[in-house]
């Protein structure tokens, strides 16, 4: 039984204003675990949870995992390398053999978009988007929005600049998602070429200009740019990317006050952010990180945190 | 009424058949009104003086009767994908949906692009009363670079040409496909898509692509190739026919050309007219199909032009695929939907009463397909062969995919409640009449 008005977390499209506050809300209490002497609680005893790991990941993985542990869930980790996917079975049959072996919760991240929702219809069991394609990645939008508001307080009224690759970026379509609903401003920023046409009518500002979103914002999240874009012919070479879209401390000057910085990683170091900002004294981006097994030590409790413990099945 | 009728696998000899009572609708020979027809050895007498005591009596009150519907884009999989449909079960859905006539695209495996392949498809469809025509391969193996034997094709009834599922991407080897067709009388069918624009692209692009993470099909991948087409018959004379339309873009370049007085013709799919891309929300893959469904204001555009006659033919895309293809990843699952058997209950409940009249719909579903693809018009008058299909307009119901005569199941439209239903055909002698 789920403590939300969802069974699964396979977006951020359809959470209510209400069911994002409960997440960080657990979230800031699951925290406090993370901070005492023996970080284990056992709140998940009993529970199985497979990490269901189509495409290489390794940090969001592995968060998961501690967060699984922490609250004492059995966890198994299926990673698409040596699976039965290579001899050429469905991701369907897959996800059924799985959870023919007794199963609660499956955390997955695949390269197609809706994956996640295409489990869902068919499985029993509780599904946890950790990223499909180029849709979503909510867990990745809640940590943001935790982070943002430890430092802001609070996500309404916000200004938060995307930065980059919106195109191809789960994180950034879940933080759309996500910040909107909360009440804060999204602006994009990035190649003309990398921001969805029509994206406008999720009800962001758009810009092609760093400098001027630096000078209208409170805080940037800086995303990752793949050398396979510019390949592809969506902009013209790294060095161009860097020199105009690139987070440097001297463009970082221009802003009235200091901006706070974050980076869902792995970064470019150089590339997209500098290293003097990615470690400068407003950088989030460690703070995200241990947020991000809070996040998911609460969505994991409020999604499967009521399933039925074995002390309860015999009574 | 024998039961042997109903029998879709061998429909019975129309020998001596008196269908009485129904509404006759057969707007080219000016014909609207409420009169029996007698089948006689597959020959009509319209309003028969003396009734055949000895004749199968039907009694079609409160049904409608008009010529037979034909589609002019259908996939019957044959050879290749018999799991998906067959040649034979393809016609059983052609005559479960009333329709007497269809038009098979060639991207089989092997593509339909000799005369000796045509011919096997042909010879399977002999016996049916569907009749089957077979759009043959533009290119060889659908490979857009050579020519396919035309002229050998042509004389075993071949009049159309189609790469269809992909588009002639060479503009050199479309015009020369184009000029050789028109100098057969024949032409080209074009997918038009330029597949560089669409790419990885697997829904519409827009708001909801966005909203889904999925890559997009602009619109104009297709329009601008529909723009090439009809420049391209603007220079060289050559007939034009445009597949599935599915955008405004492309309604106003062919508006444009009719203007012109251009030799383009074009069709677009009941599913285009009827869903747009935010049913994809889901990731339901029997909503992807190519081209994908787009904006409302495209939705409207092509409806629109439907009802004016810019887009002269109604059709379906029938294009089947089995359960396990679609049972994918959005992004992975085979582009099509199956439409035979729901496109003319969704014809009388959402595009008549939304202001395509029923002589407009019957030239579009009845006259336009064969003129494009230069076949006489269906007649109901007395010692004409009887191609009809016989409708009830009033009966509801429910589109359950399962009882589908088609191998395949991937239907956007189950579970939509219809109101009409073909009631059975009647063509080349033969008749099949079913009981709801």
């Known amino acids: 039984m789920s403590l939300l008005p969802h069974k699964h977390l396979l977006g951020l499209a359809d959470y209510s204003v209400q069911d994002i506050t409960t997440v960080l809300d657990t979230a800031v209490r699951m925290k406090e675990i993370l901070e005492r002497p023996v970080r284990k609680v056992p709140t998940l005893r009993g529970v199985t949870v497979v990490n269901l790991f189509f495409e290489p990941s390794t940090r969001t993985r592995v968060s998961f995992e501690l967060a699984e542990k922490r609250l004492s869930a059995d966890t198994v980790n299926f990673s698409a390398s040596g699976s039965s996917l290579s001899k050429g079975e469905t991701l369907l049959d897959t996800a059924l053999n799985i959870e023919a072996m007794k199963i609660d919760v499956v955390v997955m991240r695949h390269k197609s978009p809706g994956s996640p929702h295409f489990l869902a219809r068919h499985l029993d069991s509780v599904v946890v988007n950790a990223g499909d394609g180029c849709h979503e990645h909510p867990t990745q939008a809640l940590l943001d929005m935790l982070t943002l508001r430890e430092k802001f307080g609070t996500l309404k009224g916000l200004r938060i600049c995307l930065v980059g690759d919106i195109s191809h970026s789960r994180v950034a379509l879940s933080n759309i998602f996500g910040l909107r609903t909360m009440g804060a401003q999204v602006i994009l920023c990035g190649p003309a070429t990398l921001i969805p046409r029509d994206v406008i009518r999720l009800g962001v500002e758009i810009t092609h200009n760093l400098d001027e979103a630096i000078l209208r914002c409170d805080a940037l999240n800086v995303l990752r740019i793949q050398l396979e874009r510019q390949q592809s012919g969506l902009f013209p070479s790294l060095r161009e990317y860097q020199t105009y879209f690139g987070l440097t401390r001297r463009r970082l000057e221009k802003a009235a006050a200091p901006l706070t910085i974050l980076h869902p990683g792995p970064m470019n170091r150089g590339v997209e952010i500098a290293s003097d900002v990615a470690d400068g004294e407003h950088s989030v981006i460690l703070a995200q990180v241990t947020n991000g097994v809070a996040v998911r030590m609460a969505v994991l409790y409020l999604l499967a945190g009521a399933q039925p413990q074995p002390a309860d099945v015999r009574s | ?436």
């Open chain 2, 1 to 436: 009424m024998p039961r042997s009728y109903s029998d879709f696998e061998s429909p019975a000899p129309a020998r001596n058949l008196l269908l009485e009572g129904a509404r006759v609708v057969d707007p080219r020979s000016g014909l609207d009104q409420v009169v029996n027809l007698y089948v006689r050895d597959g020959v009509l007498t319209v309003d028969p003086r003396e009734m055949p005591a000895s004749a199968d009596h039907l009694d079609l009150r409160g049904h409608v009767i008009t010529p037979g519907w034909f589609d002019l884009h259908v996939h019957f999989r044959e050879p290749g994908h018999e799991v998906a449909e067959t040649v034979e079960s393809g016609c059983q859905a052609a005559m479960n949906g009333g329709f007497t006539g269809v038009a098979c695209m060639p991207n089989t495996e092997p593509p339909l692009d000799d005369a000796g392949r045509v011919q096997w498809v042909l010879d399977k469809a002999s016996a049916s009363p569907v009749e089957l025509h077979v759009i043959a391969a533009a290119t060889r193996n659908r490979a857009g670079q050579e020519l396919v034997e035309m002229s050998e094709l042509y004389d075993v009834g071949v009049r159309a040409f189609s790469d269809d599922g992909a588009p002639i991407r060479s503009t050199a080897v479309l015009r020369h496909a184009m000029e050789y067709a028109h100098m057969l009388g024949a032409r080209v069918f074009q997918h038009a898509e330029d597949t560089t624009l669409s790419a990885e692209g697997v829904m519409n692009e827009g708001e909801w692509s966005t909203r889904l993470g999925l890559p997009g099909v602009p619109s104009v991948s297709e329009s601008i190739d529909v723009m090439r087409c009809i420049l391209m018959t603007q220079y060289t004379g050559a007939a034009i026919h445009i597949c599935h339309v599915s955008t405004n873009d492309s309604v106003e370049w062919i508006r444009w050309a009719k203007q012109h007085g251009l030799p383009v013709t074009a069709e677009v799919c009941t599913h285009h007219l009827l869903l747009t891309d935010e049913a994809c929300k889901d990731f339901d893959t029997d909503f992807k199909m190519s081209p994908p469904l787009r904006s409302e204001q495209d939705r409207a555009a092509c409806a629109n032009a439907l009802i004016d006659g810019t887009i002269d033919v109604l059709c379906t895309d029938h294009a089947p695929h089995s359960w396990e293809a679609k049972m994918q990843e959005f992004d992975v699952a085979p582009f099509g939907v199956v439409g035979l058997e729901t496109a003319l209950g969704l014809a009388f409940t959402h595009l008549i009463p939304n202001g395509l009249s029923l002589p407009a719909l019957l030239e579009r579903v009845v006259y336009a397909p064969r003129r494009v693809l230069s076949q006489p018009p269906p007649r109901i008058a007395t010692g004409e062969p009887a191609n009809l299909t016989l409708i009830d307009p009033q009966t509801t119901w429910s589109v359950d995919p399962s009882k589908f005569r088609s191998r395949s199941h991937n239907s956007p439209f189950k579970g939509w409640e219809l109101r009409g239903r073909t009631r059975g055909i009647v063509n080349r002698g033969l008749a099949v009449i079913t009981d709801f």
